[in-house]
């Protein structure tokens, strides 16, 4: 991030097993469990084909069902188990584990929100759950995205992210519980908020758990399904949501970026970081890309390998090939020994089918030329929907708003401008990205930003002290070497 080195420390024997699982599951020794539904599932970030009819606008509520009629509500299709509306409920029954009793309805939605009241009537035993469906086709058929709840929700596994794929098995992507039980006979209201492939679970309220990783289709809409269990729903709301919007909402929690992955466990800028990242809950993952001699975008912060590799040289006088070679985590611990330079390319491929978001600094100088070739790796990854670029070099930011009006853009800064409101109105950034000791001079530019629709992600920041006064200021993001112990913080002020 910063134009110096930043020393991170090596990590405690205590994690070396965990980081040489991860570093073998990266390298492809090993298969890890989070595994992406098959070929035929949509992929993950890829481009969206726009709706038949208008796209709602942001707040527009889409679907507002009290079930108050006679029957199922019109355009609401029961495709598995038994539905029926009583006493002004939807009720949905099935009898055993194996029934995934389904109900499809609404449209396709990039950005939304959906919720409802649910209740356990009666359940098979505590492991049963209901869901809300959050990309699932209309006649029901696999592949789906959706939110669980088991009855149980206190236990570890209480509420999930999950995904049934195109071969009719699950793919559990995140895991957490929830701060009281549903239990049965139970009102609780539960929500899920879903900007393409990010979503977060909300249990009364409370937002309990985040995911990176929901698998998106074409036409998909949303459904409530239940298993081995009776459960009944009331005021049922489906509401478009802004794009993406990277300013926070009122009650909303930081969001986590990664700072070059898990810097400070696992060796900065590789596969292996982006991994222990990833699975220590960041919402974002921060890298920086520079050129071989050869052109070829590769993920490395300095302008030489000397520090973080085996070999020695300026990036830009090597080749792709000569990259690849070279040892990436030696340097940081035995156990990592054997961790790459990524490509972009391959850190997109990663990011795509293993799920996050990156939020990717074009490090120094970039001709035109240079920077056409990153923005065609993010365009040949599908990847637009889920890539923040961001720099110090205003010409860098001009080439990528020029070449991809689509992309997000956000300025780096070690000091702030004048007025960094009209600095970002001229160069049509999404976010203002200070660092911390220059944002702590002058905090009254949160609110100004803020008002013109500009995100505050804050750099460096690995002090829970800090966290909590940038919390308090109303940053929106936190970039930091700690993204495990950052997340468990938000975490437990939630």
Do not use: C
Request: net charge negative; glycine share 10%.
């Amino acid at each position: 991030m910063t134009k110096s080195h930043l020393s991170t420390s090596a990590p405690k024997n205590g994690r070396t097993g965990l980081l040489a699982a991860l570093l073998a599951s990266v390298l492809g020794v090993t298969t890890v469990a989070l595994t992406t539904p098959h070929a035929a599932s949509a992929t993950p970030g890829a481009p969206v084909a726009p709706a038949a009819s208008a796209a709602p606008a942001p707040g527009e509520v889409v679907v507002d069902e009290g079930f108050n009629g006679p029957g199922l509500p019109a355009g609401w299709t029961a495709v598995e188990g038994a539905w029926k509306v009583e006493n002004g409920r939807l009720v949905g029954a099935s009898t055993d584990w194996n029934q995934q009793t389904r109900i499809t309805f609404g449209r396709h939605l990039t950005d939304f929100r959906i919720e409802a009241t649910a209740r356990f009537d009666t359940v098979v035993d505590g492991a049963r759950w209901a869901a809300l469906g959050l990309d699932v086709p209309a006649d029901g058929s696999t592949p789906w995205s959706i939110a669980t709840m088991r009855s149980t929700t206190t236990a570890a596994n209480g509420l999930e992210f999950a995904q049934r794929t195109p071969a009719n098995t699950w793919n559990v992507t995140n895991t957490g519980s929830a701060p009281s039980a549903a239990a049965t006979g139970r009102d609780v209201r539960i929500a899920a908020e879903v900007h393409g492939t990010t979503a977060r679970w909300l249990f009364d309220g409370r937002e309990v758990m985040r995911t990176t990783q929901v698998a998106r289709s074409a036409d998909g809409g949303q459904a409530l399904i239940v298993n081995g269990a009776q459960v009944s729903f009331d005021d049922l709301k489906v509401t478009a949501l802004a794009p993406g919007a990277f300013v926070r909402q009122p009650g909303a929690p930081l969001t986590v970026f990664a700072h070059r992955g898990a810097s400070s466990a696992a060796p900065e800028n590789t596969l292996l970081s982006d991994e222990v990242a990833r699975r220590a809950g960041a919402d974002w993952i921060e890298n920086d890309v520079q050129p071989s001699r050869d052109g070829v975008p590769y993920v490395l912060h300095d302008d030489t390998v000397n520090r973080t590799t085996n070999g020695s040289g300026r990036i830009r006088d090597l080749t792709a090939a000569q990259l690849d070679g070279l040892d990436a985590g030696s340097w940081f611990a035995p156990t990592t020994a054997g961790a790459r330079v990524p490509s972009l390319a391959a850190q997109l491929d990663d990011l795509r089918t293993r799920g996050g978001s990156l939020l990717l600094e074009i490090k120094g100088p970039h001709t035109r030329d240079e920077v056409a070739r990153i923005v065609k790796d993010i365009r040949d990854h599908g990847m637009t929907g889920r890539v923040l670029v961001q720099s110090f070099e205003v010409d860098a930011l001009r080439y990528t708003r020029e070449l991809a009006p689509d992309l997000p853009l956000a300025l780096l800064r070690g000091d702030l401008d004048a007025d960094p409101v009209a600095v970002a109105r001229d160069l049509g950034l999404s976010a203002y990205n200070p660092a911390d000791a220059a944002l702590a001079a002058r905090p009254g530019v949160i609110a100004a930003l803020h008002a013109a629709g500009v995100a505050v992600n804050v750099w460096t920041v690995d002090s829970a002290a800090r966290w909590k006064a940038l919390d308090a200021a109303g940053v929106d993001g936190i970039i930091t070497n700690r993204p495990a112990e950052l997340a468990g913080w938000i975490s437990a002020r939630q």
